[in-house]
């Protein structure tokens, strides 16, 4: 069964970029902005994060907040400098990974396996 993958950005280009660096054959990639998440969660969600105290960043706070999607996985797509990443409550958490701008393919798929399959 093949993984569910939500990419959100506010940002349209950002989210059509992002859907197309996803594997093809073993993911279903969705897209949707800040205020249009769909009813149904994926597996993993790609959140490109342009800043702090941005509808994105409320969007991962509100996926934290909230026990029905507290432990889906959350990929950050950034080109903020780490030291501003790290700093924020959420970066800590086992289920959230930062991938820095410009993302590369490889990485994107290596680390959505890392966070689906933490023991291996």
């Known amino acids: 069964m093949p993984t569910s993958v939500l990419v959100v950005a506010s940002d349209a280009d950002t989210r059509s970029r992002l859907a197309a660096l996803m594997p093809g054959d073993s993911v279903v990639t969705t897209?949707?902005?800040p205020d249009s998440l769909p009813a149904e969660m994926p597996n993993i969600f790609v959140?490109?994060?342009p800043?702090?105290?941005t509808?994105?960043?409320q969007v991962i706070e509100r996926l934290r907040a909230d026990g029905a999607t507290e432990a889906?996985?959350?990929i950050i797509v950034s080109a903020l400098p780490m030291v501003h990443l790290q700093s924020?409550?959420?970066a800590s958490?086992?289920?959230i990974a930062i991938v820095e701008e410009p993302v590369q393919a490889a990485v994107l798929a290596d680390t959505m396996q890392f966070l689906l399959n933490p023991d291996g």
């Open 88 to 90: 924020v409550p959420y």
């Open 51 to 53: 800043g702090l105290e």
């Open 72 to 74: 889906i996985p959350i």
């Open 31 to 33: 897209t949707a902005a």
């Open 47 to 49: 959140i490109a994060l």
């Open 93 to 95: 958490d086992w289920t």
């Open 55 to 57: 509808p994105e960043e």
